[in-house]
């Protein structure tokens, strides 16, 4: 890499050879297009040498999912416990990457997408309440027991065998660079899910729902419904957190489809009894003609 850096290097006008960020872009697009070339090999070799670790890891995430764990479960305060889709996605595309760089900022990604859909709800749940109110504050420690819970959700194939490899085969980044740091944040992510036990979790808060029965949805709604005076304004002195605010829009998001789902019923049956009278007419009209014919042909 050193190499061919210098040769492309040299096939640059002089200012742009002495412009350090022009020098980094170049050492970060060499260091992807060989590691890219590289990787079917060198990252199967990893696999192999972490198999077990991925497995350990894999095998806890599977165990921790199909018991429905949540991210207060996890340590996380009640209120913000979530559902953060944006960021599971984008770390489930993280075995489909190849450059390290790419791996690693996915991992930046991933922990930009838990602040900015925490931080919407917190600042959409803040909006509806008086401007003296305080929003609640996101604290640093709150953000491991999030990100345990985007990994249990995305189950991610190679998770020991993928940190290895971007800790070792990437060389352009800084240490203090941004999107090396999430990297440690990762590693101490895993380092704490591998010490949970799911029999010995805490107990789910009440207020978090992975789904909502018949039971649940009815309490939600009188839950909700009792945030509001009947003229519809909203009770400033019952306090609201981001997840009250979810299940604020999934009643409403579930009336909305209730009352759709009444007014095409209502079409569909109004139709029916249309064509019922037209087809009652239509009847009516055939058989006094066929009576009209019959008697036609008998005085014939």
Known sequence: MSCYWMTLLKTHPLDRQRDAHFQNLLSISLENFIMSRLHDLVFQMVCNKHNEDDAQILGLVKELA??????????????????????????????????????????RTTLDLILAELKGAIVDAHSVLSKD??????????LIPLLVTVIIQAKPLHMASNLYYM??????????DATSFSLVTFKAAIQELLTLKPKELRPRSEKVRRELRLEDLMKVTVE?????????ERREEIPI??????????????EASTQDL?????????DVDQNKHVTGGF??????????????????
Request: net charge negative.
């Open 167 to 176: 800790e070792n085969f990437q060389w352009t980044l800084s240490p203090s």
């Open 224 to 232: 909700v419904g009792q945030r509001f005076e009947r003229s519809g």
């Open 262 to 270: 009444n007014d095409e019923t209502l079409h569909l049956t109004e």
């Open 283 to 300: 009847l009516s009209s055939l058989q006094s003609n066929l009576g009209t014919c019959f008697t036609n042909q008998e005085e014939y």
């Open 66 to 107: 199909s018991a429905g764990v949540t991210a207060d479960q996890l340590g996380a305060p009640e209120d913000f416990a979530i559902p953060l889709p944006a960021a599971v996605v984008e770390l489930a595309s993280l075995d489909s990457l190849n450059c390290p760089v790419d791996k690693l900022s996915c991992l």
């Open 133 to 142: 109110s305080q929003m609640p504050t996101l604290m640093t420690d709150d």
């Open 241 to 254: 957190s981001p997840l009250d605010r979810q299940m604020e829009r999934i009643t409403a998001m579930i």
